[in-house]
């Protein structure tokens, strides 16, 4: 039987979906969460796993929220993994592209980090701070080409460039919210870079 890849998209947020609650249910036993998998896989496959799907999709405890989309995200996000693999860029090319017209350097971390010390020419939007309203001051056109950074792409500026778990990178979360406002000409500079070796210009209070 073959699926589409709308079938194929459904079937990895179920899993991601079963498997987050699973995770949580097992613990850290590692025999258990490898028993936990097989048995995902398999009621995924055969169809079996859909009651259960239904339960993740409404909340373990049934609270509802049209403004909170989790499996949406998670399915928005297996279209984002796909594109950001080809869009993350070294340092040379990051700097070809910033100052190529129609293009634009975002900073999406706090205020007070921006200010003591940024990408010289990026515009500043908070992240909390993302809506429609203000993506659509900030980067009027959905096709411009945004360039992004974050505090986890720069070693040896702790008070400027605070890393964060990676899991937790500010430019997995900046990138994927770009794409569900409709931002998808965006681009991430990939490397961990030595600040003090970068080529990259800053500006800031301690540039």
Known sequence: MRFGRSSQLKSFTAFLLLFDNWQAAVGENAIMKTTSLIVLCSL????????????????????PNRLIDYEGFLTSAVA?????????????????MAVAPGTIILDARSSEKYARLHIKGAKHLSFPDITADTLARTIPSHATRVLIYCNNNFLNAPESFASKAPRASLNIHTFNTLYNYGYTNVYELGPLIDIRNSKLPFDGEIK
């Open 80 to 96: 984002v993994g796909h594109l950001r693999e080809q869009r993350r860029l070294t340092e040379e090319q990051f700097m070809a």
């Open 44 to 63: 995924i496959s055969l169809g079996a796993a859909e009651p259960q799907l239904a339960s993740a999709r409404a909340g373990t405890n049934g609270i």
